[in-house]
């Protein structure tokens, strides 16, 4: 039986990065990959976040669904949009969710933004993980084939496996033709989300993101933490910095107290909707 068929949802986002969110908590059901990537033939999305019944004193247990059935171990802005829903339904302005990537927990400013603790970043090669070892992964010796002044990315895990690209112009690379092969590049076991970045000041950094099982996106958390960290390793900003993408602005802060990685901006709900009920048939035809 599908899990997804004939479920409510609710669309929302987080700087133009699209979420879908489903309750299963109630009902749980098993989702499948093909039926992932037929949900978002349905109703496109760049995450999709099934909330299911907590094991221990949080709000949920959540599984982050990539738009090409592969699964995630955090999304920051996804994290948001749940927060802010969950928050709306109980009223609680301090929440704390299970995730692959651990507990995370959420908190409502006084300014209707959210805040999410995305833990300690994690940069030795083998807990990024990289293929080889590296000894210093703030500078990886990596060049990209046809592309001469793109090499030498920074590699963070903040839940899932990030590449950093330091450049002058963002926007001055087809990070859409670049970023499928080096996603899958063998450096990469489990894949890697890809970051062109270019720090514009002290406190600010610019990023664009490939982001791995969802392509180009207008934005990713987890990237703008990642890059957050690897600038700060580098000496080039502050452990507080605004990051932009294309979407909008991200406060990110790297608490020294704990090097707990905190990140704050705002959601947006589109619609709510229902998957069809045939949308198992389509599953299966994937």
């Not at 907590?54 to 999304?75: K, L, Q, V, W, Y």
């Not at 805040?115 to 300690?120: F, I, L, P, S, Y």
């Not at 963002?170 to 033709?177: H, I, Q, S, W």
Request: aromatic share 6%; proline share 6%.
């Amino acid at each position: 039986m599908s899990a997804l068929a004939g479920r409510d949802f609710v669309k929302m986002n987080g700087l133009g990065n699209e979420i879908v969110i489903v309750d299963l908590r109630r009902a749980p059901a098993e989702i499948g990959a093909a039926e992932a990537r037929a949900a978002a033939q349905q109703e496109p999305y760049d995450q999709l976040m099934a909330l299911y019944p907590a094991r221990g004193p949080s709000e949920a247990a959540i599984r982050i669904f990539n738009n090409d059935g592969s699964e995630s171990g955090t999304c920051g802005n996804g994290m948001r949009c749940v927060a802010a829903l969950v928050s709306a339904e109980t009223g609680h302005a301090a929440l704390q969710f299970e995730t692959p990537a651990g507990t995370v927990s959420c908190w409502r400013q006084d300014d209707g933004q959210f805040t999410v603790d995305m833990g300690r970043p994690r940069w030795r090669w083998d807990e990024i993980p990289l293929a080889r070892p590296v000894a210093d992964t703030r500078v990886i010796d990596f060049a990209v084939a046809g592309v001469p002044d793109l090499h030498s990315p920074s590699a963070v895990n903040m839940g899932n496996p990030h590449a950093i690209f330091w450049v002058e112009d963002v926007g001055a690379y087809d990070l859409r033709g670049i970023g499928p092969r080096l996603e899958h590049d063998p450096l990469f076991p489990e894949r890697a989300n890809i970051t062109l970045a270019a720090v514009t000041a002290h406190d600010r950094v610019m990023i664009r993101t490939w982001e791995r099982g969802a392509g180009l996106t207008k934005a990713c958390g987890s990237a703008a933490c990642a890059a957050a960290v690897a600038a700060t390793r580098l000496g080039r900003t502050d452990r507080k910095v605004t990051i932009s993408l294309p979407g909008g602005d991200l406060a990110i802060e790297w608490r020294e107290a704990d090097d707990h990685v905190l990140m704050t901006g705002p959601i947006a709900y589109e619609h709510k909707g229902r998957f069809d009920a045939s949308l198992v048939v389509d599953a299966g035809a994937g």
